[in-house]
């Protein structure tokens, strides 16, 4: 038969216990690696870890055999990587011992806070769907708004967000946030709650649009863009597509038409929108208008007055010609 393995030092890891864990039951071996077995009691009922809380293990160590690895009567012991000086020894076959751990820590600091929310939009509901962009592992967080109605044009609105550590982690009483990539304001409640708020820049209507560009002229080439735009707040627009109708005679105006000018004016300014109150001009006169469903685009319509009749010019000199030969002729005159 073989020689047995004496095991003379024992290296061994118990887990530390961390708020919301649950207590081990054994320990692991780094040294010997086989040859042992261990169970683990803890002077407590506590089903899981509770925070800053002081615990004490019992471990007991055995050979899985003791005549192949028995235990010398001065076999060293150490637990996480610290050695044991007080134990009791059962032979060549069981050593015990109690470890003392200090006051239970969590298992993680949520030291900063990012979230992304669905910013207001003008006639659209609030949405509470927020995502935690860091230390999702750490906390949850739900979203309120200041209003349950559809956002407004000229109105600010701040979201809410209720931010809950969750089982096992804190909140760090100085904690950063962010909302959508911006600094927030944070409430710091506890170690497992604080509350931060983001107050949204107002949506700002536009009050006025005047575009100005050429207006129909017989035999001219029509216009299909505006660029002379002015607006309040400025900067709101600066181009417009036109459309005509009726139809362009090869892009040009017809004698004696009533033309319609249909606009379509983009929001360029930032944070801007079109509004049921906003006001366009077209070369000075208040045009027709509609808003688009997104509040970013308005059309607006005017119609011309008809563009003048131009006689023929050649048939302007067969008439003045008409003419003369009547005053030295009367008798010869005819209408052409």
């Known amino acids: 038969t073989a020689s047995p393995t004496t095991i003379s030092e024992i290296k061994c890891t118990l887990e530390k216990p961390l708020a919301a864990n649950t207590p081990a039951t054994t320990v692991s071996f780094s040294k010997p690696t086989s040859g042992l077995k261990s169970t683990v009691t803890w002077d407590t009922t506590d089903k899981k870890f509770v925070m800053g809380k002081k ?17 010398t009567s001065d076999a060293t012991v150490y637990v996480n990587s ?28 949520a030291d900063s806070l990012s979230f992304t929310v669905t910013a ?4 659209k509901n609030p949405s509470n769907s927020v ?20 956002f ?79 607006t309040t707040p400025s900067g709101a627009a600066n181009s417009a597509s036109i459309k005509w109708t009726p139809a362009l005679t090869e892009g040009a105006f017809d004698a004696g038409v009533e033309y319609t000018a249909t606009l379509s ?9 079109f509004d049921k109150g906003t006001v366009v001009y077209i070369n000075g ?15 607006a319509t005017y119609t011309f007055p008809k563009t003048l009749f131009i006689p023929n010019p050649l048939d302007i000199i067969k008439e003045m010609f008409n003419l003369m030969l009547a005053i030295f002729n009367p008798a010869s005159y005819v209408f052409l």
């Not at 615990?55 to 235990?71: D, F, G, H, L, R």
């Not at 230390?135 to 979203?143: E, F, G, I, P, Q």
């Open 55 to 71: 615990y004490e293990a019992t471990v007991v160590i055995e050979s899985t055999n003791p005549k192949a690895y028995p235990i």
């Open 82 to 109: 610290g050695k044991v000086t007080d134990l009791t020894r059962d032979g060549d076959s069981k050593i015990s011992f109690t470890y003392q751990f200090g006051e239970t820590e969590p298992k993680g600091i």
């Open 120 to 123: 207001p939009s003008v006639g």
């Open 131 to 150: 995502s935690v962009t860091s230390n999702s592992d750490k906390v949850t967080a739900s979203l309120a708004w200041n209003t349950k109605s559809a």
């Open 152 to 230: 407004e044009s000229d109105t600010m609105y701040t979201a809410t967000i209720t931010v809950n550590a969750k089982e096992g982690y804190i909140i760090k009483n100085d904690v950063k946030a962010k909302v959508n990539g911006i600094d927030a304001i944070v409430s710091w409640e506890s170690n497992t709650k604080a509350v931060v708020t983001h107050t949204f820049a107002q949506i700002e209507s536009v009050d006025l649009v005047n575009v100005n560009f050429a207006a129909p002229k017989t035999g001219d080439t029509a216009q299909t863009k505006a660029s002379a735009i002015t």
């Open 265 to 273: 004016i983009p929001i360029s300014g930032a944070n801007m929108v």
């Open 285 to 299: 006169e208040k045009a027709v208008t509609s808003v688009s469903s997104d509040y970013k685009t308005i059309t």
